[in-house]
């Protein structure tokens, strides 16, 4: 396993638990009514929103 899924993923959950509104901001969520998962992002800070957000949808995970 690559080191940087490791780390990533440590990272994430760290701060998901002490600083989520970091990770919010990580993820490019502007808002709280986000349906979906942001692959990759422009941001304007200006307007406080994506300006070419590639997207994918959000979606139940299935798991056995």
Not at 11 to 17: C, W
Request: net charge neutral; hydrophobic share 35%; charged share 20%.
């Amino acid at each position: 396993m690559p080191v940087q899924l490791y780390v990533g993923d440590a990272t994430a959950a760290f701060m998901g638990v002490h600083q989520p509104a970091k990770l919010q901001a990580l993820e490019g969520n502007w808002k709280t009514d986000n349906n979906g998962y942001n692959l990759l992002v422009v941001p304007d800070t200006d307007k406080g929103e994506n300006t070419r957000p590639a997207r994918a949808p959000a979606g139940r995970a299935t798991s056995t």
